[in-house]
């Protein structure tokens, strides 16, 4: 089974940039579709963005297209979240995501990071 490590969050102004980073071990991430979903205190878990083995096979929430880019390295096992133009909206705690199969809807992940929390100051 794959093990999943966020880092990158913090404390940033609103305007301002972070990458996020998800390093994989156990298994290689090229098996997975993969991608990040966000909760903030009182909601709902909800999906941002995820990516699969083809470059061009990525997708995003509304709320973060043309702000946020999803990539990764197989080579590194790691995946990352590129955030640009952070909103106070945007604060939450974020988690990476693995699902084996061909969408990455919240029933299908199959393996989650431990969280990294993003605050975004107004």
């Known amino acids: 089974q794959v093990q999943l490590v966020e880092s990158g969050g913090g404390l940033v102004q609103a305007g301002g940039s972070l990458r996020l980073s998800c390093a994989g071990s156990g298994r290689t991430l090229s098996s997975y579709r993969m991608g990040w979903f966000r909760q903030a205190p009182g909601k709902e878990r909800e999906f941002v963005a995820a990516?699969?083995?083809?470059?061009?096979?990525?997708n995003y929430a509304d709320s973060v297209k043309g702000r946020f880019a999803i990539s990764r390295d197989n080579a590194k096992n790691t995946v990352y979240l590129q955030m640009n133009s952070l909103k106070p909206e945007d604060t939450a705690l974020y988690y990476c995501?693995?699902?084996?199969?061909?969408?990455?809807?919240?029933?299908?992940?199959?393996?989650w990071g431990q969280g990294t929390q993003v605050t975004v100051s107004s």
């Open positions: 990516i699969s083995w083809t470059i061009s096979n990525t």
């Open positions: 995501a693995a699902s084996a199969g061909n969408t990455l809807r919240l029933a299908d992940v199959v393996a």
